[in-house]
Nanobody, 120 residues
Framework: QVQLVESGGGLVQPGGSLTLSCVASGFTFSSAAMSWYRQAPGKQRELVTTITSAGGITNYIASVKGRFTISRDNAKNTVYLQMNSLKPEDTAVYYC?????????????WGRGTQVTVSS
């Protein structure tokens, strides 16, 4: 059974930092590309960043460049999102996504999300 469990969210003041974690099980984590998405109230879910199975980082959305960093630890089946200099507009539910399989057939898995609230 595939599971993605996010943690590390919470309430933080503007300018603060949080580190999100996503622990994966039920598939070959080291072969999967991992992504963080977020969804703010009343908005569509958006892709924040992706890290490939090899550890290459493919993109960050413009609004988080220079502030957020994605990383992974294949020995722990965990992907992280280090978030610095947080802004109120970063408030959202943050979701972890895994993409496994091959170009012939990708399989996508989602976690349930963790709430991040940036407010004074």
């Amino acid at each position: 059974q595939v599971q993605l469990v996010e943690s590390g969210g919470g309430l933080v003041q503007p300018g603060g930092s949080l580190t999100l974690s996503c622990v994966a099980s039920g598939f070959t984590f080291s072969s999967a590309a991992m992504s963080w998405y977020r969804q703010a109230p009343g908005k569509q879910r958006e892709l924040v960043t992706t890290i490939t199975s090899a550890g290459g980082i493919t993109n960050y959305i413009a609004s988080v460049k220079g502030r957020f960093t994605i990383s992974r630890d294949n020995a722990k089946n965990t992907v992280y999102l280090q978030m610095n200099s947080l802004k109120p507009e970063d408030t959202a539910v943050y979701y972890c996504q895994a993409r496994s399989g091959t170009v012939y057939k990708y399989l996508y898995y989602w976690g349930r999300g963790t709430q991040v609230t940036v407010s004074s």
